[in-house]
């Protein structure tokens, strides 16, 4: 359900505690902002990191160096 609060000076808000306990944001924590179709988003960098790493995880073993991978790539298209 939705919970109004009020943009204070300097365009900061406060994330009702709700909310936070929801998402398992701690106080200090970093977040991702984002909009989307006129809605501002808001996640946990935490989540949204490990939703990544569990993406790339489906085409990619763990023991995989990407760095390594990358680095490859870009030195294979740089020679054609």
């Known amino acids: 359900m939705p919970t109004r609060t009020k943009v204070a000076t300097g365009g900061k808000i406060s994330?009702?505690?709700?909310?936070?306990?929801?998402?398992?944001?701690?106080?200090?924590?970093?977040?991702?902002?984002d909009i989307q179709e006129g809605h501002i988003i808001i996640s946990s960098l935490k989540t949204s990191l490990l939703k990544a790493r569990q993406l790339v995880s489906k085409y990619h073993s763990?023991?995989?160096?990407?760095?390594?991978k990358l680095a490859l790539n870009q030195k294979e298209e740089n020679n054609e």
């Open 15 to 33: 994330i009702p505690s709700i909310y936070r306990k929801q998402l398992g944001i701690k106080d200090g924590e970093e977040v991702l902002i």
């Open 62 to 68: 763990p023991q995989e160096n990407l760095d390594d």
